[in-house]
Nanobody, 129 residues
Framework: QVQLVESGGGSVQAGGSLRLSCEAS????????MGWFRQAPGKEREGVAA????????YYTDSVKGRFTISQDKAKNTVYLQMNSLKPEDTAMYYC??????????????????????WGQGTQVTVSS
């Protein structure tokens, strides 16, 4: 089973920043829609952001727009989630996911309707007030 390697989680004060990293295998990263999800206790999993590895289009859920930035380093097969101005409500387990394929040259990488076949182990983000 191919696994995505995540890192960067931790505990911060409200208003602080964290950068999450997700390193994927080369075969996955070559052409994929990759996304960040989060899930807090008692809540459903929520799509946070997504990016197409072969392009520059990005997607963000409304609650993180202007605060979070998804980006990539193709040389490292790595997707990042820069999280600024963190709020206590951002506290959750964050997961990286990937949907490899060639269809993303015409299909929007926006999480909705995307079948993510690969998932990371999750990294905990805790924001205290």
């Amino acid at each position: 089973q191919v696994q995505l390697v995540e890192s960067g989680g931790g505990s911060v004060q409200a208003g602080g920043s964290l950068r999450l990293s997700c390193e994927a295998s080369r075969s996955i990263y070559r052409s994929a829609c990759m996304g960040w999800f989060r899930q807090a206790p008692g809540k459903e999993r929520e799509g946070v952001a997504a990016i197409y590895t072969g392009g520059s289009s990005t997607y963000y859920t409304d609650s993180v727009k202007g605060r979070f930035t998804i980006s990539q380093d193709k040389a490292k097969n790595t997707v990042y989630l820069q999280m600024n101005s963190l709020k206590p409500e951002d506290t959750a387990m964050y997961y990286c996911a990937a949907a490899p394929g060639e269809e993303w040259w015409f299909r929007p990488c926006v999480i909705i309707g995307v079948d993510f076949g690969y998932w990371g182990q999750g990294t905990q983000v805790t924001v205290s007030s």
